[in-house]
């Protein structure tokens, strides 16, 4: 059965490129959208090692505060210090957050993707794709280069709470320039992926090839749409308020400072200004980013699982009204970071109930695809492995959220290792799943070559049982009172709890090493792997319909005719699979 | 490799239930009156949530131990995705309704009604990086505060007067929370620069600190003991180490303790 949709031709037609000419344009300041969308993943993989060093340097400390580490006490004995910590992890959490989680799985896949899923040769703007990159590339550059600058990056955590992050360097070292940096860091990441939102709701909207229609869309170009539609408005709030923190900062203004404050025996000469303020608009973007980080990551999976089970996704349009439930629900919930925060409590009550409500559309989710595996001829990549990994370490981290849900729940658990353990799982690990899963799947396309399928699959069972290791412990220190953000556990009663850090260092440690299984597959496969086919995995969508790589303009000049949805898996009376542009 | 991965995520799943069901690391003792609601609440809240985990990973792993490599026709799941949509909807919805009615009681138990009359108040400045507690004073009154007043050097913590304003001159200042057992107490927090929060693990109860609110919490302690009070709150660099003490007495030693104080 087809469903009429809107001639698309003609536009495409209009934006109809020629191939780029010369080093800059084709590989640096490139209007294609896969040349931007590697450059989105290579950004990100810089990112996410740079981010995992942080990690084990924190992780060392904790687990071996009496250690010295040599690459850095040789430099300087006492580099260690609180302060160095609490930069360690701030710089941790805004680098993964924002420039791993956000560009690999949204902005890197879904450029590279998304354009070729609907069957366009690019984005809607090339031009303000190419700007979103360099504008997210440059804002990396202005965090990191916190770390050069002589009190060092900022301490506040990612989450720059007022008026640590608002008061300027009488709150401490790294809250001067380095936290003026970060603010400049994230005000500019903002524009980068408001432009990328923007164009890839036009791409969908506007460049879809004939027949592709909306229903018709892969789960991962639905995930990429409600996540570009999230973005939109998650970064048009966070973008003026880091531009309010940084007149804070530089101008003298009170958006978050109120009268009365005294550092250094001093009255500062603010007044006016609430600190609750700026946690409202920052989670007002903030927990929206859960799901920017996770939702492209559920598409991903629900993309990539049907064509290893061999079999289509039960209710697909069910899982497509779950990720628009999520994405919308996720605009409902922000007050659930600010239980304890001293606004009014019976928001806190408000807020709880569709915290808890969106356990049910990521219920269903989980059960559509654990169903789906039921029955199948499920074939065990690596690909196909870190999406099963997605779904358990998803169950894992999605239930500890019953918890912290509730606001009498959370009134023990709010600050605690619990509350670490939870988002490390559901929005960290699983979101890094979904990326590992696609990036296994994708690379043949993306690069003309297979992975290797031996390291792949080492590669994810050692990080399966690793991650396990690390972070379902975190849940148990919560539960036993463990604060989070401790530079050093002094207290009495966390001294029993101390074995329980030294065992997550040291699985914390390996499970790093492991990730060199990945990066040594990454780069040896883009030189010498086994050269791909068209379409290895025997898949549906339209990605698979075009060459690997696929060319300049991603179908050779041909715009492809979309008969069927991409979910067509093992129907009776069929061939196993039937392209989306195959005949009729 | 199916069934190594269906192993792996039965044995992942056992342990990790079986170190929570075990109690291996639990929560400290409760010592305080509303701190009965919050425990049961945690768990219940582990029960549903546990069979929901061990079920889904259980599931997980026997339907991989099943299909993977299987060459047999495929089987879609009895009923499609009614099931999985009913589950859902019911299943959780009965859980979040349940949780969220019990839970809202707990939590209106603890912040959205007064202190009990008679509650003893204290007053609580949070600063970099430390914790101060102010008695009323045989006065039963609370000088006024002034930001400008306020100077670590004079240890004047609460910015107060005592040469213009007669009702702090009595103020008892402490750098430890001494409490009489099984009596209400209402703090008022206060923070003078940046985000604090207080939180003490065995009386259940955690609340921010924020400079320019006063923010009021109250709680019953039902235990003579020394229990730790810690900052969760990101405050700075000495933020592992912002920690005071609360000392929860008989009424005869908290009596004693306030007049050895009144007397320094």
Not at chain 1, 315 to 323: D, E, K, Q, S, W
Not at chain 1, 544 to 571: K, L
Not at chain 2, 147 to 175: H, M, V, W
Not at chain 2, 229 to 244: D, E, F, K, S
Request: proline share 6%; hydrophobic share 50%.
């Amino acid at each position: 059965m087809t469903t009429p949709v809107r001639e698309t031709v003609a536009k495409i037609t209009e934006l109809k490129h020629t191939p780029p000419q010369g080093f800059l344009r084709k590989y640096v300041f490139s209007l294609d959208h896969k040349v931007i969308g590697r450059q989105y993943l290579d950004l990100a993989l810089v990112a996410v090692i740079t981010g995992m060093v942080l990690s084990w340097l924190m992780r060392l400390h904790l687990g071996y505060p009496a250690a010295s580490i040599p690459a850095l006490g040789a430099a300087n004995p006492s580099l260690m210090t609180p302060e160095f910590y609490l930069q360690l992890m701030t710089m941790h959490g805004t680098i993964m957050v924002f420039f791993v989680l956000t560009t690999a799985p949204f902005a890197g896949f879904g450029n590279f993707f998304l354009p070729i899923q609907v069957g366009a040769e690019d984005m809607a703007f090339p031009r303000f794709n190419m700007m979103s990159f360099w504008v997210t590339f440059l804002a990396f550059l202005v965090l990191v280069s916190s770390f050069f600058i002589p009190d060092g990056p900022a301490l506040s955590g990612w989450t720059a709470y007022a008026p640590l992050s608002a008061i300027g360097k009488d709150a401490g070292p790294g809250q001067g320039l380095g936290q003026t940096l970060w603010a400049v860091s994230i005000a500019l990441f903002c524009v980068g992926q408001l432009l990328g939102a923007l164009n890839f709701i036009a791409t969908t909207l506007d460049l879809r090839t004939k027949g592709m229609s909306l229903t018709r869309l892969p789960f991962s170009t639905w995930a990429w749409f409600t996540t570009s539609v999230i973005g939109l408005i998650a970064f048009s709030v966070l973008l003026p308020a880091c531009i309010l923190l940084i007149l804070d900062r530089v101008a003298g203004t009170s958006f978050f400072l109120p009268a009365g404050l005294v550092f250094n025996d001093q009255v500062q000469p603010h007044s006016g200004g609430s600190p609750l303020l700026w946690q409202h608009l920052f989670w007002f973007f903030g927990h929206p980013e859960v799901y920017i980080a996770i939702l492209p990551g559920i598409g991903i999976v629900s993309h990539i699982l049907p064509a290893f089970t061999r079999k289509p996704l039960l209710g697909p349009r069910v899982l497509i009204g779950c990720m628009v439930a999520i994405g919308f629900l996720s605009y409902t919930v922000w007050g659930h970071h600010m239980f304890l925060s001293g606004m009014n409590p019976f928001s806190a009550i408000l807020f709880s109930i569709p915290t808890l409500i969106i356990t049910i559309p990521a219920t269903i989710v989980t059960l559509l695809w654990i169903g789906s595996i039921y029955g199948s001829r499920l074939r065990l990549t690596a690909a196909s492995l870190f999406c099963l990994g997605f779904v358990s370490v998803f169950v894992s981290g999605g239930i500890s959220g019953f918890f912290l849900a509730q606001p009498s729940i959370d009134t023990y658990l709010h600050g605690t290792y619990f509350v670490v353990g939870h988002f490390h799982f559901v929005m960290g690990v699983a979101a890094m799943f979904g990326i590992f899963a696609g990036t296994y799947f994708w690379f043949p396309k993306m690069y003309g070559r297979m992975m290797n399928e031996t390291l792949g699959k080492w590669h994810f069972a050692l990080t399966f049982i690793g991650v396990y290791c690390i972070f379902m412990p975190m849940h148990y220190l919560g539960l036993a009172g463990n604060v989070r953000r401790y530079a050093s556990f002094t207290d009495d009663y966390l001294q029993p709890l101390l074995p329980v850090h030294k065992f997550i260092t040291i699985a914390a440690l390996f499970t790093g090493a492991v990730q060199l299984l990945f990066f040594v597959n990454l780069i040896w496969s883009r030189f010498k792997g086994a050269p791909a086919t068209d379409n290895p995995w025997e898949a549906t969508s339209l990605e698979w319909s075009t060459s690997s790589p696929p060319p300049f303009d991603n179908f050779g000049g041909r715009h492809p005719v979309v008969t069927r949805g991409p979910n067509e898996y093992g129907a009776p009376g069929a061939s196993d699979h039937l392209m989306q542009a195959g005949g009729a | 490799m199916g069934k190594l991965f269906a192993v792996t995520v039965a044995i992942l799943t056992i342990v990790s239930a079986g170190i929570f069901m075990l109690h291996i690391w639990w929560l400290p003792p409760d010592v305080s009156v509303l701190g009965t609601g919050i425990d049961h609440q945690i768990n219940e809240t582990m029960m549903a949530s546990g069979v929901l985990f061990v079920g889904a990973q259980l599931a997980l792993a026997a339907f991989v131990w099943q299909s993977a490599g299987s060459s047999a026709p495929i089987r879609i799941f009895p009923g499609g995705a009614t099931p999985m949509v009913v589950t859902a909807v019911v299943l959780v919805g009965i859980e979040v309704l349940v949780l969220t009615l019990v839970g809202s009681k707990i939590w209106a138990g603890l912040f959205m009604v007064q202190a009990p009359k008679g509650a003893l108040q204290v007053d609580v400045q949070a600063e970099q990086f430390a914790f101060y507690f102010r008695y009323a004073g045989p006065d039963g009154k609370f000088g006024a505060m002034d930001p400008a007043k306020i100077s670590d050097a004079n240890n004047n913590f609460f910015g107060l007067d005592p040469a213009n304003d007669t009702t702090a001159r009595d103020d008892i200042i402490s750098g430890s929370l001494a409490i009489p057992v099984n009596r209400p107490i209402l703090l008022t927090l206060h923070s003078r620069d940046v985000g604090h929060a207080f939180y003490v693990p065995q009386l259940r109860i955690q609340q921010d600190f924020v400079p320019g609110l006063v923010i009021p919490i109250h709680f019953t302690a039902t235990t003579v003991g020394k229990y730790e009070l810690v900052c969760t709150q990101l405050c700075g660099l000495g933020h592992y180490n912002m920690r005071a003490y609360v000392e929860v007495m008989s009424d005869s030693d908290f009596a004693q303790w306030l007049k050895t104080q009144a007397n320094q």
